[in-house]
Every structure is written in C-alpha cells, then in structure tokens.
C-alpha cells in the first residue's frame, strides 16, 4: 500500500499536536513543522509530501508563500490552508495562488480528515497511470486523461490538480448547465463542509489561464443564480 505523506506546518504546538495526532490515526504518514521557513528548507532538502496543510497566519514566512512556492513546484500536491474566521480574504488569496481548499478554525477532527482525504483521493487519481474515461478533443482543447493535462491550441496548460479536474469535468459535461452543488460534490466529495465560494475562486483562475478575455468568458460561462456552463457547443451554433 502507498504511504500517505503529509506536511503539516503550523506554528502552535496545541494545534499541530492536534492535528498530527488525528492524522496519523486516520493512516498519513505525518511530517510536522513549526514555520513557513522550515516548511521550505525540508522542501530544498528533497522531501516530497502528497499533502501540505499550511496556516495562514505564521510568523516570519507564513502560509501563503508557502502556498505558493509549492505550487509554483508541485502541480499535483494537496495544499489546504488553516486560517481564522477573520481571514477571509487570504481564504480567497491562498485559492487563487493554488491551494485545494481551506479548513476555518476552530475545526472537528472528523472534518479536518474529511477534507484532507478529499484532498488525497484527488491526488491519488491524478498518477499518470491512470487512464479512467478516454482521451476528449473538442475545438482547441485536447484532455489527455493517461498524463492528467489539457492543451488548448497544442500547448499544454498549466493547471494545478483540481483545475484539471473542474475543467475536465465541464468539458466532459458541456452543454449542460452544472450547479455548484454538484461541481462540490464531484470535485471535493460528497463531505465536503466548505462553502461554494471555492468553486468561484477556481473558476476565476481557469478564466485566466483559458480564456482570450476572463472578463468576457467564451468557454467557462456564468448561468445566474444556478452554477456554470461550458459555453463552447453553444457559441459555435451562433
């Protein structure tokens, strides 16, 4: 069986106790740091984790910097941020840099390992190996599901793991309307106990890496008051 490594970096020792404790009942593989500084240098040093769950607020480097420099080396790790109620818009500033999700504190222990399998059952499905529903070209997009990327015109788009997801799914779907109770249900499973804010957040960032104009979507449409719909079947009977 495939160990289960995860980071965990927070700088109270209460709440990284806690939380390391819980993990490593739940089965991970827990590496625990105190701050954003080690959380880096055991990076540089060659450690490799499926997860890294990061606090927003720490001092010296803190959590978003390490949001980021991990996203900017690991398209594929897990990234779940901790932050306070008061946080919200690092809430909505780690998302755009490429974290998976967000756990508000205080939390439960059954929704803190609820949220980080998600995660990894995400992860864990986006091995090159495997190859679940077949390869899709439609207008510019071609979704090679064995290697887990999209291209748009032959280049390939730089997509973190739940991007790739949320696309392939829309592209798989197109032409039908998806709300965002379903998008959770399918990206972040049936358990998820966030709000659909996230959804929005990750749509935002495919918008910029997709479309010719994010303000004007072609592809990623907005249907008020319900969800989203992949726009293009609809766009070329115009």
Not at 25 to 47: L, P, T
Not at 163 to 171: N, S, W
């Amino acid at each position: 069986m495939k160990t289960k490594r995860i980071l965990v970096c927070e700088d109270e020792e209460a709440i990284r106790d806690f939380v390391v404790i819980h993990l490593k009942r739940s089965g991970y593989d827990v590496f625990d740091v105190s701050n954003g500084e080690q959380a880096i240098k055991v990076w540089e040093q060659g450690a490799r984790f499926d997860i890294a769950i990061l606090d927003i607020m720490m001092p010296g480097i803190d959590g978003t910097q390490v949001c980021k420099f991990l996203r900017e080396r690991s398209k594929t790790i897990g990234i779940i941020m901790l932050s306070a109620k008061s946080q919200e818009m690092d809430k909505v500033n780690c998302l755009m840099m490429g974290a998976d999700d967000y756990v508000t504190k205080p939390f439960s222990p059954s929704e803190l390992v609820a949220r980080v399998d998600a995660v990894y059952r995400r992860v864990s499905i986006s091995q090159p190996d495997v190859d679940l529903y077949g390869d899709i070209v439609t207008g510019p997009f071609f979704v090679d599901s064995k290697s887990r990327s999209i291209y748009k015109d032959g280049k390939l788009l730089d997509l973190t793991q739940v991007e790739y997801h949320i696309l392939e799914y829309f592209i798989r779907h197109r032409g039908s309307a998806i709300d965002r109770q379903t998008l959770i249900s399918k990206i972040w499973g049936d358990g998820y106990y966030g709000d659909d804010k996230i959804i929005d957040v990750n749509i935002r960032r495919l918008r910029m890496k997709i479309e010719d104009d994010p303000s004007k979507p072609f592809y990623i449409q907005t249907v008020w008051g319900y969800g989203y719909i992949w726009g293009e079947e609809e766009k070329k009977s115009d």
